[in-house]
Each structure stands twice: as C-alpha cells, then as structure tokens.
C-alpha cells in the first residue's frame, strides 16, 4: 500500500517501481534479490525462492529502505 485508508476508502498500491519497505533482517548487497516475508517483512531471498524486487539501499533489520519492486512479475523470478 502507498497510502493508508480508512474503512470504505480507496488506497493507492505500487506495482512496480522504487519503494519502502521495512526490513526483517540485514540486507547488505545493492541488487540482490528481496523477498517478503509471512509478517510482512523485507529480506534477502533465498535460493531457489521468490523475489519480489532487488534491494536499491542497504539495511540493517528493522529499517526503513528503498526496494525496486516488480509484484507484475511475481513467481516469475526466483533468487539465485
């Protein structure tokens, strides 16, 4: 979600492009793969799991920081 709504309100959601996300643990590459976790949370993907963008800044877990996202291309690109 871009925007946060209140019961019977439309809400804005990215797609595709550069967005926020909270991290769930460090992610300590530029471009590598992201996934999302069950609890909503940011990570390094795994291999041979989903990736829903690359990391576009550096985190530590429990920061705030910029992903690339792809969710059209979702279950199309696994993580090396």
Do not use: M
């Not at 959601?13 to 530029?30: D, F, M, P, T």
């Not at 909503?40 to 576009?56: E, L, M, P, R, W």
């Amino acid at each position: 979600l871009k925007s946060k709504g209140k019961t019977g309100e439309g809400v804005r959601v990215a797609v595709e492009g550069v967005i926020k996300c909270w991290a769930g643990a460090a992610v300590s590459s530029l471009g590598y793969p992201v996934t999302v976790t069950a609890s909503g949370f940011v990570v390094a993907a795994t291999s041979g799991g989903y990736a829903i963008g690359k990391a576009f800044t550096l985190a530590n877990s429990g920061d705030l920081f910029a992903v690339f996202a792809n969710f059209a291309a979702l279950g199309t690109s696994q993580a090396a």
